[in-house]
């Protein structure tokens, strides 16, 4: 990355790419949503951002997530990106509409 890059920002990193993570685990909040774990494949996470998935009955499925990173490795840091461990909250999303192995995808930054 050039220093203008640095300077400015940059839509070229490989946090511009879309975002793609393996789901390693699966919890339920009732009222809140399905909490998944895993690891990122590709770009870039925050909360807020819409998510998608083909549920375990077929249908696509797109949401709204809560990003939880570890304070203890990622002190501050309020963005996963690639190579990360990551939680997140799908809002509005059962535990029974998740299999482990599903890929959670999101639109590139």
Do not use: W
């Amino acid at each position: 990355m050039g220093f203008l890059d640095k300077l400015f920002g940059s839509k070229n990193g490989p946090e511009a790419a879309a975002f793609v993570m393996r789901v390693e685990m699966i919890f339920g909040i009732t009222g809140r949503g399905a909490v998944v774990t895993g690891k990122v494949d590709a770009g870039a996470i925050s909360s807020g951002d819409t998510v998608y998935f083909t549920s375990s009955r077929g249908e696509r499925k797109t949401c709204l997530v809560d990003l939880q990173l570890g304070e203890k490795t990622h002190p501050g840091v309020k963005t996963a990106t690639a190579g990360m461990n990551a939680g997140l909250l799908l809002r509005g999303v059962e535990k029974e509409e998740l299999t482990e192995g599903v890929m959670i995808f999101g639109a590139p930054r």
